[in-house]
């Protein structure tokens, strides 16, 4: 009937029949949209008392004297309030992707700018203490909603030095392959154990969560990560070692990329 949503699922057939399931979905979708639009309210609502209260800590910390017993207490302060901040962002960040429906695919991204960006936001996290290389295929350029294509990048690369001692490698590369144009971050980190893997990219699931906690982790950034990417006609790829080292990579489908081929020098004779 009309207004309402039917999930049709095709069982099985054989010997010329066929089964069909149908499941009226139209109450558990609306609930659905229920929670992502609480979630998103809720998430909009506590950015402003935080901004506030951050101001105030900030200038309580000037005003302290150094190696006042007060100081620890804001510092602290400051760096919760700092935390519960990313974390209202990130779950923004999340609803407004979950929600984001189709995506419009017929924007090319310049991928050599991104690459740029990237390097930028890399560097500034490393803060020379990692050594980061990067590499960009030239002439490889993609489609699709370049704010969500970067937030899956970023996320990657925050984690792949968030989960690795300083001292460590980071390696982000972005290049042409048979099945499409290639993102990946390998890091020489703690690496994952092979049960965490596929609950990775569900919201809030931590390996360690006191640790990462503890290093600034919101525990959203893979979920916002594989929403970004389905969008994209692509998923994420995980391999790991443990103590040795991880990857993190995505491929983008041919009718998503666009390859124009650097000329080879031509040699005269
Ligand atoms: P978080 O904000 O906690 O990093 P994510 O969703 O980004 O949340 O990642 C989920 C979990 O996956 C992390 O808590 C961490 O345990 C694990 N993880 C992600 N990236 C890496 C990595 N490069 N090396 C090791 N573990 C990782």
Not at 110 to 128: F, P, V
Not at 212 to 241: C, D, F, P, W, Y
């Amino acid at each position: 009937s009309e207004g309402r949503l039917l999930e049709i699922r095709i069982m099985g057939y054989g010997s010329g029949q066929l089964l069909l399931i149908a499941r009226d979905i139209t109450r558990v979708r609306q609930l659905e949209g229920m929670r992502k639009e609480f979630v998103a309210n809720v998430s909009h609502e506590l950015k402003t008392p935080l901004t506030v209260l951050q101001g105030y800590l900030e200038m309580m910390q000037s005003m302290e004297e150094p190696g006042s017993p007060n100081v620890r207490a804001l510092d602290q302060m400051q760096q919760q309030t700092s935390r519960m901040r990313s974390m209202v962002e990130q779950l923004l960040a999340l609803s407004r992707i979950e929600d984001s429906g189709d995506v419009d695919l017929e924007v090319k991204v310049n991928m050599s700018q991104m690459m740029d960006i990237l390097r930028d936001e890399a560097l500034a996290l490393a803060q020379k203490q990692y050594d980061v290389t990067l590499y960009c295929e030239p002439g490889l350029d993609m489609y699709g909603n370049e704010v969500q294509l970067r937030s899956a990048c970023t996320n990657l690369i925050s984690n792949a030095i968030r989960y690795t001692e300083p001292g460590g490698n980071i390696d982000i590369s972005w290049r042409k392959i048979a099945s499409g144009g290639e993102f990946s971050v390998s890091d020489s980190g703690e690496g994952i154990a092979p049960q965490h893997i596929s609950r990775l990219t569900e919201r809030f699931y931590r390996v360690d969560s006191a640790r990462s906690r503890q290093s600034g982790g919101t525990g959203l950034g893979l979920a916002i990560t594989k929403h970004a990417l389905n969008h994209h006609q692509s998923e994420l790829m995980v391999s790991s070692q443990l103590g040795k080292g991880s990857t993190f990579s995505f491929v983008i489908p041919p009718n998503l990329i666009e390859y124009s081929q650097p000329e080879t020098e031509k040699v005269t004779e």
